[in-house]
């Protein structure tokens, strides 16, 4: 019998043994921030020979999923060297497939803003698509009201300018329209933990991570703008006004699992 969401899940949420270059940091600000779309839109974008794009029935049809997740990395840093520590603004745009080879769902990254000159370190070592921008930040939140007052982020790129105006319940997250259960949205958004992606250098690339179960709130879009989006032709300006979901969390861990590796 196939495990259900909820095994996989417990799975996932144990920490594993620490490794020589593995990083560790606090994020911040962590939004995930989900839209749906036709699968046909996603297909040129990902070795199809290797993955597969689950669909989801939303506002009864069938749908592909895509995120834009940003955050701030507040103390970046070696877990073997915990100084120094590095803190910066990032966002990570994804696509949720399934790998064939272990039938896990999982995600596909198109690329990554990184908000400091470290991110030459990733482009030039290990040939991430990860790319430089500016950020500026107003994310304020109110411990009192268990929400975000404030939570605004502009993203100045060449790669990928971006627009982020949110507004937070404060409510929980529930489960929300195409997933049959709370615990099979948590595994499939909150909780994928392999990512693939093209290097630089046109080779399939991989790295996984670890993080604490995701305590988010529900949120709703006042302007949202991804210009990754917009250039892979994935979604018009007027559909990301309009996601699908928006999930925010103050902050949690996350683990990565270094170094990346070469598929071949």
């Known amino acids: 019998m196939a495990p259900t969401y909820r095994e996989i899940l417990d799975q996932r949420l144990p920490e594993?043994?620490?490794?020589?270059?593995d990083v560790r940091s606090r994020l911040r600000h962590f939004a995930l921030i989900n839209y749906a779309l036709p699968r046909e839109r996603l297909e040129r974008h990902i070795p199809m020979d290797r993955f597969s794009i689950p669909e989801f029935t939303i506002d009864g049809r069938p749908q592909a999923l895509v995120s834009a997740v940003p955050?701030?990395?507040w103390d970046f840093h070696f877990i073997r060297w915990p100084w120094p520590t590095w803190r910066f603004a990032q966002t990570n745009y994804r696509a949720y497939v399934v790998d064939k080879a272990s039938g896990q769902h999982c995600v596909w990254f198109f690329g990554t803003t990184l908000g400091a000159a470290l991110v030459q370190v990733p482009r030039s070592l290990?040939?991430?698509?990860?790319?430089?921008?500016?950020?500026?930040?107003?994310?304020?939140?109110?411990?009192?009201?268990?929400?975000y007052t404030?939570?605004?982020?502009?993203?100045?790129?060449?790669?990928?300018?971006?627009?982020?105006?949110l507004a937070d319940s404060g409510r929980l997250f529930e489960c929300a329209s195409?997933?049959?259960?709370?615990?099979?949205m948590r595994l499939i958004l909150t909780h994928?933990?392999?990512?693939?992606?093209?290097?630089?250098?046109?080779q399939l690339g991989t790295y996984s991570v670890w993080h604490?179960?995701?305590?988010?709130?529900?949120?709703?879009a006042n302007?949202?703008?991804?210009?990754?989006?917009?250039?892979?032709?994935?979604?018009?300006?007027?559909?990301?006004?309009?996601?699908?979901?928006?999930?925010?969390?103050?902050?949690?861990?996350?683990?990565?699992?270094?170094?990346?590796?070469?598929?071949?």
């Open 16 to 21: 594993p043994a620490d490794r020589r270059w």
């Open 71 to 73: 955050f701030l990395d």
């Open 126 to 147: 290990w040939r991430l698509p990860w790319h430089r921008a500016r950020y500026t930040l107003d994310c304020r939140y109110s411990p009192a009201e268990q929400r």
């Open 150 to 165: 404030t939570y605004r982020m502009a993203v100045r790129s060449r790669w990928g300018s971006a627009r982020i105006d």
């Open 178 to 184: 195409g997933f049959a259960s709370l615990d099979e």
């Open 192 to 202: 994928p933990i392999d990512g693939y992606f093209y290097r630089r250098d046109g």
């Open 212 to 220: 604490t179960a995701i305590q988010a709130t529900i949120g709703q």
């Open 223 to 264: 302007d949202l703008y991804f210009g990754v989006f917009e250039d892979l032709g994935l979604l018009s300006k007027d559909e990301m006004q309009r996601p699908h979901s928006v999930l925010i969390c103050p902050e949690t861990e996350f683990k990565v699992l270094l170094p990346p590796r070469i598929l071949r």
